[in-house]
Each structure stands twice: as C-alpha cells, then as structure tokens.
C-alpha cells in the first residue's frame, strides 16, 4: 500500500537539521554519522528532504498503532551528495483524527 495524503507529508526542518544531521543532539548525533557518510549535513538538510520525499513513492507497511497515530514504515535506497547510496528507513505517522503522513525519523537498514 502507498502511504496515504503523500502530497500533503510533513518533514519538520527541525527532525533534519536539529536531530538527523546534529552532531551535538544526545540521540540525534549518531545518526548524524551515518548520514555525513552520504554527504548530507546540517547545512543541506533540504537535500536530505528531498532524499525522503523521493522514498513516498514505496510500498508503506502499517507498524504500530499508538494512542497518537498509525505508523507506517518505508523502506528504500537514497543517494547522497557524496554520490554514496544507502539503504534506509523511514517512520511515518498519521495522528488520530488527522489525514496527513508527519515524519518522525530515519535510519540505515532496509
């Protein structure tokens, strides 16, 4: 199934530039390795943006159902600045009385 509303999803700047890509955040940080590895930092967190955006395209796969939301995973293969590829996997919500994908993080795998 395709993840619904995927015209409408919302990817805060601040679940890329301040947590993804920081290398200071105390979870963020080791994420942030990672994705240094494929070229992407802090300073062109919008092309990590377009990464994401780009994986709306996969199959999304219902995960758990929480007292907030459905959550959704996709899975899929980025290329970063550096020309590197990775495989990665993303976590979606749509919160309860709402139509509307957020994302809430990224992560190797896949």
């Known amino acids: 199934m395709k993840l619904p509303n995927i015209d ?3 990817i805060p700047l601040e679940k890329l530039r301040d947590y993804l890509l920081s290398p200071t955040h105390p ?3 080791f994420k942030a390795v990672f994705f240094r590895t494929l070229g992407y930092t802090d300073k062109n967190w919008h092309q990590l943006e377009l990464s994401i955006r780009s994986l709306l395209k996969q199959d999304a796969f ?3 159902r929480t007292n907030f939301g459905q ?7 980025i290329v970063g600045p550096s020309g590197r590829q990775a495989n990665i996997i993303t976590i979606w919500i749509i919160r309860r009385k709402e139509d509307v994908p957020r994302f809430i993080t990224a992560y190797p795998g896949g």
């Not at 959550?71 to 293969?77: A, D, L, S």
């Open 8 to 10: 409408q999803a919302i």
């Open 27 to 29: 979870v963020g940080k």
């Open 62 to 64: 219902e995960g758990e």
């Open 71 to 77: 959550k959704y995973e996709i899975r899929g293969t």
